[in-house]
């Protein structure tokens, strides 16, 4: 299925954010990858879109890391599809991503808003 181009709305996503995102998608269960996507762009609010040319090398990267499994089963419309799962290992390294993640976005809120931020503009 065509994707429709990306509006100035939409953003792309940070290298190492899909990761995080891949993994807290997974943590309510399996997932395959076209609902993973899905997932991300609809709890966005169709922000953030995710490519295919990304997500499944993403999904790779992830189970060789041991972060989560893939088995093989049938989707909802009767296709044969990979379902990924959170590992325990996964879930460690999911809350190691959303603590820095964290971190980040208060640095960059900070950068970006000094006045506000309680520091006086230099």
Partial sequence: MARPPASDDQLGLLQGTLD???LQTLRPGPA?????????????DHVLQVDHGSLY????RLVKRGWI?????????????????????????LLRE???WERMVEAVGRVMRPA???EAPQ
């Fill in 32 to 44: 395959h990858g076209h609902q993973i996507a899905t997932t991300i762009e609809r709890t966005s």
């Fill in 20 to 22: 995080m995102l891949i």
């Fill in 98 to 100: 959303a603590t820095k």
């Fill in 69 to 93: 499994t893939g088995t093989w089963g049938v989707s909802a419309n009767n296709r044969r599809a990979r379902f990924y799962a959170l590992t325990e290992t996964g879930r460690g390294q």
């Fill in 116 to 118: 506000e931020a309680g």
């Fill in 57 to 60: 090398p993403a999904l790779h």
